[in-house]
C-alpha cells in the first residue's frame, strides 16, 4: 500500500504544475488571482513531494493488481486538490459543488453546478478547461496504455494495440510509451482547434478554452448558453471537426500521422460504425425537426440537428439551442442521450459503453441467433474481421451488466432524494456516460438545481463511467484483498 502512496505523492506533485496554465491565465487578463493559484500550487507540490520522500524507501514497480487502486484513489484525490483555488476564490461555494466541478472536469463529463460563467474570473474559467483538457489526455493515456493490460471490460483485446514496443506486465512502462504517443496528436489537434475557432470569430480566450474542451470531448464553456452564445456557423463547423477527431481511437491518428496514410482509419471498425450511425442520426432527427416545424427549414435543422447530436453522441454535452431542448420531440434529446452511451471509439476521452464493446454483444446476438437455426454450426465472433475470444466475449457481457447495475442503483438513489424518475433516469445516465445533459426545464447542459445528496450521487456516477465501473467496483470484493 505504501508503495501505492508513493506513487500517488509523485501524481499529486505533477499536478502542481498544471496550476501554471491559469496563473498564466491570471497574468495576462488581470483578474488578480493568480496568488491563490500560487499559493494552491506550492501546496500541492510540498505535500505531494513530502508525501513521496517519506515513502521512498516503500517503492516497487507497480504490477496491474496495482492499476485498480492507483486509478480509484488518484482520479479521487486529484479532483479534492483541485477544489481549493475554487473554494478560495468563491467564498460561497460549498465542498460538494467545488468537488462535482472538478470532477466533472477530470473526468470530462462537461456538467456544471455553477451559474453566471460569463462573468466568472477569466482565470477560474480556464482553470475549468484546464482541469477537462488534462482530464482527457489522462483519460487517453489510461485507455491506451493502461486499461487493456488490466483487462477491464474487454480491453484486453487492444493490448497489442499499443503504439509502440511495450507489451509486458508493468505498468509504468506501458503508461509512458502511452503518453509519448498521445501527446503529439493531442497537442496539435489542440493548436489546430485553437487556431480554428479564432479565425471563426473567436477571441483567443474563448478559443483557448473552447478547443481544450473539444478536444477532450468535455464540454465545459465559458458562458451560460453554451455554444449557443457565438450563434456563428463556422465556430460550429470547427467544433464538429474537432469532436468528431477526438470521438476516433487516438491510435488510429498516431499510426495515420506516423505513416501518413488514411489506411487506419478504413481500417477500423468502430470509425465505420460510427460514422454511419452519426450520418443516419443527423439527418433524421433533421428530418423530424423540420416536420414538427421546430425549425422554418431543413438546412437551418439540419445544422442544429448536425452540432447537438455529434455532440451529445461523442459525450461532450455542448448545445446551440439557448433554451435547451424544451421545443424539440422527446425522441430527439432522448435518442441522443442513448447515442452518448455507443459512439464513442476505446482509446478516446470518451465515454458510455463504447462502439468496440457496442459491435462485439452485436456480433454475439447475431451468432446466437445463427446457431438457433443450426445449432451445430460454426460462428465464430468477429470484429473487423479480428476473431474474439471467449474470455472477451464474457468480460463485455460483464461490463454490461455492472453498467447497467450501476445505473439502476444510481437511480433509485435519485429517486430516494425525491427526484422524479424521470429526471433522474436522464442525469444518472449522462454522469454515468461523462456527458452533460440537464434537469428538465433548466438549460441543458447545467445541474445547479441539484441537492447535496443528489450532486454526490452524480459525482459517484461521473467517477464511475470515467473508470470504466470495474476499476471502482473491484476495490471493494473480498478477493481484490486478498495475498
Known sequence: MLGIVYFLGLILSAFGLVYLLPIACSLATGDGLWPTFLICAALTVCVGTAVAALTFRFRRELKPRDGFMLLTLGWILIAVVATLPLLMAMPGLTFSRALFETMSGLTTTGSTVLTGLGSLAPSLNFWRCSLIWVGGLAVIVVAMGVMPLLGIGGMQLHKADAPGPVKDQKLEPRITEAARSVWLVYVLLTVAGIAGLRLS?????????????????????????????????AVDLVLMGLMLAASINFTRHFVALRRLTLAPYRNDPEFKAMAIVLSCSVFGIAVLLTVDHVFPTFNTALRYSAFNVISMA??????????????????????????????????????????????????????????????????????????????????VLAFIFLYFMAVALLVFAMLLTGMGFSPAFRVVVACINNTAYGLPGQAAWTLHGLGTAQIWICTTAMLLGRLEIFSVIVLFTRTFWRK
Not at 463504447?354 to 460462428?379: D, I, N, Y
Open 314 to 395: 461523442t459525450t461532450t454535452g455542448w448545445v446551440t439551442v439557448r433554451n435547451g431542448f424544451s421545443r424539440w420531440p422527446v425522441f430527439a434529446p432522448i435518442w441522443m442521450l442513448f447515442l452518448s452511451g455507443i459512439v464513442c471509439s476505446t482509446g478516446t476521452a470518451g465515454g458510455g459503453i463504447k462502439m468496440f464493446r457496442t459491435l462485439v454483444l452485436s456480433r454475439q446476438a447475431e451468432r446466437e441467433l445463427k446457431l438457433l437455426v443450426h445449432p451445430s454450426g460454426v460462428a465464430p465472433v468477429r470484429v473487423g474481421g479480428r476473431p474474439i475470444p471467449e474470455r472477451i466475449a464474457d468480460a
Open 201 to 233: 470569430g473567436m477571441n483567443w480566450f474563448d478559443a483557448i478554452c473552447n478547443a481544450f474542451s473539444a478536444v477532450s470531448l468535455g464540454g465545459f464553456s465559458t458562458h451560460d448558453a453554451s455554444i449557443g452564445y457565438f450563434h456563428s456557423a
